[in-house]
Nanobody, 123 residues
């Protein structure tokens, strides 16, 4: 399974971006998907995750009420809608897939990773 992220870019504080994570093959519906991010000089952190069915989602406290994760299994794509972006959201964002189907915020639970997409929030 190969994952490809898209949708990153430069945005002003308060702006929005929507990231997409697309699978190279069909069957993404069987995987839980998470978004992680890593800023320069910082450790990778979990941002959000969604179960294979889409029925369960979780968010880091720092992004609650600003970010929304969703999935369209018919399109083998998972989205991360990011609103009210702050400079502290600047990072490379990665999507990852887990065979477990349920999802977690532990990077070790994820078997497949994308290459990442850069998000820069700056005026």
């Amino acid at each position: 399974l190969q994952l490809v992220e898209s949708g990153g870019g430069l945005v002003q504080p308060g702006g929005s971006l929507r990231l997409s994570c697309t699978a190279s093959a069909i069957g993404l519906e069987y995987y839980a998907i998470a978004w992680f991010r890593q800023a320069p000089g910082k450790e990778r952190e979990a941002v959000s995750c969604i179960s294979s069915s889409g029925g369960n989602t979780n968010y880091a406290d720092s992004v609650k009420c600003r970010f929304t994760i969703s999935r369209d299994n018919a399109k083998d794509t998972v989205y991360l809608q990011m609103n009210s972006l702050e400079p502290e959201d600047t990072a490379v964002y990665y999507c990852a897939a887990s065979d477990s189907g349920y999802g977690s915020d532990n990077a070790k639970d994820y078997d497949y990773w994308g290459q990442g997409t850069q998000v820069t929030v700056s005026s």
